[in-house]
């Protein structure tokens, strides 16, 4: 089971830091890479890519393709195309469709074209009141993975963090 | 059992967004409230209210006091004290811990004093990979009520989301 992150309606500079934090939680939770439509965001490059020299692991991010070919092409391939929205069915009923799947997780930014509700094999909503992408992308993730995916190694970075109680413990390897 | 988030490093314009998304992360996932530490933001302040006149419940947000003071007040009252960081102990391990307590989930921007590791009841990770305080805390939401959080009703506001397949059907109250 793939997993690839869509990121859709990035705005350079005023998204940046929104962005980031979608990148990072798709790459700490368990997803392979992030697809940013439309554009690259070199700045956004850079930082996932310094975090991957640090701290290990595959994750990717690329940009540049328009968000309707992703999702078009990814479904051609056989996968499924998630959209993640307060407007759609609870993530409790539609898990169960999801798992052993090739899945691309879309998430917007403010606004998301109309067509993605269409195009999407299933909207899917972290509850239906407001709140956040990055939340609402935490969720799934785990609740997709069933925990395991804080339990995964990422190798090859320059240090790991040694878990305890109290204080920052960091290994440098 | 009562769970109220607690804000620190927040500073304004800069981390406005970010901090929004912690706000309505919070409450979209069954916290009361939360804390601002040290200041307070109108514009955050607006925002939350908006959404609780819009979309109901009773999610509220304060700030202004001292982070030291919150801390130790809600200790006094004998609720624990947890502080979300990738350093800290597995949230498996800790969640049994929690439960049936009231908590105080404090979250950081980008620089969390020192201190907060030795004052926190418990410093808790959400995985020990670098990713974003809303994923964490929402993640550590999720796991803590069980998903139940996400079925909650939000009483009292103008319009409730009526979830679907497709597009956007909205009910107003």
């Known amino acids: 089971m793939r997993v690839v992150v869509l990121r859709l309606g990035h705005r350079p500079f ?3 830091r929104l962005t980031t934090h979608v990148a990072l939680t798709a790459r700490a939770l368990g997803a392979e890479g992030m697809i940013l439509a439309e554009r690259r965001d070199a700045e956004l490059e850079r930082v996932v890519e310094e975090v991957g020299r640090e701290w290990g692991g595959s994750f990717w991010v690329e940009g540049g393709r328009p968000w309707r070919e992703v999702v078009e092409e990814w479904r051609k391939k056989g996968g499924k195309v998630v959209h993640l929205t307060m407007y759609g069915r609870p993530l409790d009923e539609v898990l169960p469709l999801l798992r ?6 879309a998430v917007g930014a403010e606004k998301v074209p109309g067509e993605m509700f269409e195009l999407a094999d299933h909207n899917v909503a972290v509850g ?33 963090i040694l878990p305890s109680e109290r204080g920052k413990r960091v290994e440098f390897l």
Chains 1, 2 share one sequence.
């Not at 052993?100 to 997780?105: A, P």
């Not at 995916?149 to 970075?157: I, N, Q, T």
């Open 14 to 16: 005023r998204d940046q």
């Open 100 to 105: 052993g799947h090739d899945l691309l997780v």
């Open 128 to 160: 239906n009141q407001p709140h956040s992408e990055v939340a609402a992308l935490a969720v799934f993730l785990d609740r997709l993975f069933g925990g395991e995916e804080l339990r995964r190694e990422f190798r090859g970075g320059r240090k790991r």
